[in-house]
């Protein structure tokens, strides 16, 4: 029986990694009216791209949003314990994966103190990703009377075999939102490595977009608990607003920015259709940040045409990822990449956790979707376009300034692999279906 379920595991595993080619239609630009005021603010080049998004996910661009870029640990950590410290009326949070660790343990009593006092605070782990320990603890905050929810289990062979159904997909989103003032996405879930030991990247805002990360908070809410009230949308905190950054974080007023939210139960495909977009506009440069792959063979055509017709396509992965499997398949992409003149760095530091593309001092994304077939086809997702040149030439400079901490492969490095190293990524390739 446990050899059966073990291979019913390396089955699943195979399928999530390297299929999920069922939902991959060529995408559908939506080309918006020049008068159209909801687009007027993007540069020509870049409205058919929001249009797209737009017309997938509901969600079109908005104006006058403050930006905050976090990409260190501790800065994450406690401008969010200040948040949560000053909230008054609500408390929401969609997480991939929480312990309760010295970091979430202060978390939790903050979040059960602030239930006691009639706060509305509500919590969606994916219960597939956590560990029962955690969420035993966690459903004990009910006790407080913070609502608790469970993403379901997913079922992965399902997932591949039947794509449309509701129950078997994960909810890899990061979302803390507080008293409609404020809300974070990015790569980091609620955990001492991501605060303490993993290189990560998150992105906080104030203004209209926190109004379209609630709806989407919402509906992601109403997937398990629909008979519960609606969240409230208006702001109520102002004071949580004007909390000043700390001074590691990169902030900025008045930014234009999109909210991508995906599902795996529509045949829409906004984060896919996004970065491929974008990389059809590239025209100076495409940098990209992404632990986890491979992307659909559509993506890493895309990748591959753009590096061919001179933009400059670099790609950072780090040098040891935490799930072994992952460094073997981002192998097999090396030396197709390198031969239409994609770069490679891989990163020598702690884990590379952070999810980002930044192209030509425009369009910056940041959020909790990497660039592989999980986040484009499998899971909940939710990332942001900005669009603006001063937040894009920052990210641009950050990625170069962590080049530094890189070795850049080669091909000369490809070609000296040894036959072991061969014959292992000979085996993961052919999983992948040869197409890179």
């Known amino acids: 029986m446990n050899r059966v379920r073990l291979a019913l595991c390396m089955l699943s595993a ?6 999920c080619g069922y939902r991959a239609p060529l995408h559908k630009t939506v080309i918006p009216e020049a008068e159209d005021p909801a687009f007027g603010m993007i540069r020509p080049a870049y409205r058919e791209l929001a249009a797209t998004v737009a017309a997938s996910t509901g969600l079109q661009p908005t104006q006058g949003n403050s930006v905050g870029v976090i990409p260190e640990r501790m800065d ?33 009593n903050i979040l059960a103190e602030k239930a006691r006092a009639g706060l509305d605070v509500r919590i969606l782990l994916d219960k597939g990703a956590n560990r029962t320990a955690d969420l035993k603890r966690i459903r004990q905050l009910q006790e407080a009377g913070v609502k608790v929810q469970f993403f379901r289990i997913p079922v992965f062979v ?18 803390v939102i507080v008293d409609g003032e404020t809300a974070c996405i990015g790569g980091r879930n609620l955990a001492d490595y991501y605060f303490y030991d993993w290189k990560d990247l998150d992105v906080s805002y104030t203004g209209p977009a926190v109004k379209q990360l609630l709806q989407v908070f919402q509906e992601n809410w109403d997937r398990v608990a629909p008979e519960d009230p609606s969240v409230s949308l208006k702001p109520v905190n102002p004071a949580i607003a ?8 990169r902030y900025y007023t008045e930014k234009t920015v999109q909210i991508v939210p995906d599902t795996p139960v529509d045949e829409e495909l906004p984060l896919r259709d996004a970065f491929e977009l974008a990389l059809e506009q590239a025209t100076d440069y495409f940098y990209f940040q992404s632990p986890y792959l491979p992307p659909p063979p559509s993506t890493v055509q895309k990748l591959k045409e753009a590096a061919l017709r001179g933009v400059d396509v670099r790609w950072m992965v780090p040098a040891k990822n935490d799930v072994f499997m992952q460094k073997w398949m981002g192998e097999t992409l090396y030396k197709g990449y390198l031969q239409s003149g994609i770069r490679i760095f891989e990163w020598t530091g702690e884990m590379l956790h952070n999810k980002m593309y ?19 086809f499998l899971n909940y997702e939710v990332s942001s ?30 070609e000296a692999w040894d036959a072991f ?16």
């Open 14 to 19: 195979a399928l999530c990694l390297t299929g």
């Open 76 to 108: 994450r950590l406690n401008w969010m314990l200040e948040q949560l410290k000053l909230a008054k009326q609500s408390i929401y949070i969609d997480m991939y994966r929480y312990r309760v660790d010295s970091s979430g343990t202060v978390i939790y």
């Open 158 to 175: 399902a997932d591949y075999i039947f794509p449309y159904v509701l129950t078997f997909h994960r909810d890899h989103r990061k979302i």
């Open 242 to 249: 004007g909390l000043a950054p700390p001074p590691d974080v």
């Open 358 to 376: 930044v192209s030509d001092d425009y369009l910056t994304c940041l959020g909790s979707s990497n660039v592989d077939n999980l986040s484009f």
């Open 385 to 414: 376009l900005v669009y603006d040149e001063e937040v894009a030439k920052d990210a641009r400079n950050a990625f170069l300034e962590e080049e530094k901490n890189c070795r850049e492969i080669t091909m000369a490095d490809v």
């Open 421 to 436: 190293r061969l014959l292992r990524n000979w085996f993961f390739r052919i999983g992948a279906g040869w197409y890179s």
